[in-house]
Nanobody, 124 residues
Framework: VQLQASGGGLVQAGGSLGLSCTSSERIRNNYVISWFRQAPGQERAFLAGLSRTGYNPTYADAVKGRFTISRDAFKSAVYLQMDGLRAEDTGVYYC??????????????????WGQGTQVTVSS
């Protein structure tokens, strides 16, 4: 398993939840890691991405100011802290690793590795 996402669960609207994406050292050192979400009946959508150096966090407009992506080099993990959750944030959350240019973080086709997904449910 190249990537493993964890931390999903059930939370009330307005609450917070943190997700973790663990990966091998090879992936951590060489790839952009991003989070995507697939809501019921919708296509998978980009949420946030972070370069291998930990700089240039990039966010989708839908989550900007509410979600924070970060990485912990010592634990080989990338985190997604989600605050102010809304019912529309419900979905399966995936982490992915690839080498997109900064301007193309949102293009899921440019990612080579995907985690198995973790369910997040926000109750209103």
């Amino acid at each position: 398993v190249q990537l493993q996402a964890s931390g999903g669960g059930l939370v009330q609207a307005g609450g917070s939840l943190g997700l973790s994406c663990t990966s091998s050292e090879r992936i951590r050192n060489n790839y952009v890691i991003s989070w995507f979400r697939q809501a019921p009946g919708q296509e998978r959508a980009f949420l946030a991405g972070l370069s291998r150096t930990g700089y240039n966090p990039t966010y989708a407009d839908a989550v900007k100011g509410r979600f924070t992506i970060s990485r912990d080099a010592f634990k080989s993990a990338v985190y997604l802290q989600m605050d102010g959750l809304r019912a529309e944030d419900t979905g399966v959350y995936y982490c992915a690793a690839g080498r997109p240019a900064l301007s193309a973080y949102s293009d899921g086709r440019l990612y080579y590795y995907w985690g198995q997904g973790t369910q997040v449910t926000v109750s209103s």
